[in-house]
T-cell receptor, first 113, second 114 residues
């Protein structure tokens, strides 16, 4: 049973526009959420995180929104740049971020010029 | 920033042999090390969690006698795949957690068992 779901395997966005990546989770014990960017044959690169006590966290072009009641989070990238093309993973943890991470299957973001 | 060095990046081994993967935290002390694997077109799956000086805790379905984890120091953890078989071919990644929190990932190891 997939506890973290990224239902869009891929997303194509024009350069300069907003990219919105979505993630849903089922485990109500999750209280810490992260987004990672990953290239093939490399480890994930941390982008941004959010604790369940917040509903928004912003870092430069990246903003993560958390809707606890809907068990949904999203990553907004604006403006999108060609270098943003990669696979993005949503991950969740229980225990305030002390436990191992549960990952979604990833969304392949393609930024078109 | 925090860096985790993982070696080797690629390894090909014969079926029945053992392979050791190392992860070192270069500029911080890794009190906890997580080991993941990723099969093609799948998400990263947590295999086990190890705290320095303690036995590793394995996720359901992961054989502890097959995947030996050693975390003898605060800067080094190893995963040994024993008696490897072709179905163990996967991408293995470590993630270290220090006293200040956060998860720092290694660059991964592509294991191919022939």
């Amino acid at each position: 049973d997939q506890q973290v779901k990224q239902n869009s395997p891929s997303l194509s966005v024009q350069e300069g526009r907003i990219s919105i990546l979505n993630c849903d989770y089922t485990n109500s014990m999750f209280d810490y959420f992260l987004w990672y960017k990953k290239y093939p044959a490399e480890g994930p690169t941390f982008l941004i995180s959010i604790s369940s006590i917040k509903d928004k966290n912003e870092d430069g072009r990246f903003t993560v929104f958390l809707n606890k009641s809907a068990k949904h989070l999203s990553l907004h990238i604006v403006p999108s740049q060609p270098g943003d093309s990669a696979v993005y993973f949503c991950a969740a943890s229980a225990g305030g971020g002390a436990d191992g991470l549960t990952f979604g299957k990833g969304t392949h973001l393609i930024i078109q010029p | 920033g925090a860096v985790v060095s993982q070696h080797p990046s690629r390894v090909i081994c014969k079926s029945g042999t053992s392979v050791k993967i190392e992860c070192r935290s270069l500029d911080f002390q890794a009190t906890t090390m997580f080991w993941y694997r990723q099969f093609p077109k799948q998400s990263l799956m947590l295999m086990a969690t190890s705290n320095e000086g303690s036995k590793a805790t394995y996720e359901q379905g992961v054989e502890k006698d097959k995947f030996l984890i050693n975390h003898a120091s605060l800067t080094l953890s190893t995963l040994t795949v024993t008696s490897a078989h072709p179905e163990d071919s996967s991408f293995y990644i470590c993630s270290a957690r220090g006293t200040v929190g956060g998860y720092t990932f290694g660059s991964g190891t592509r294991l191919t068992v022939v």
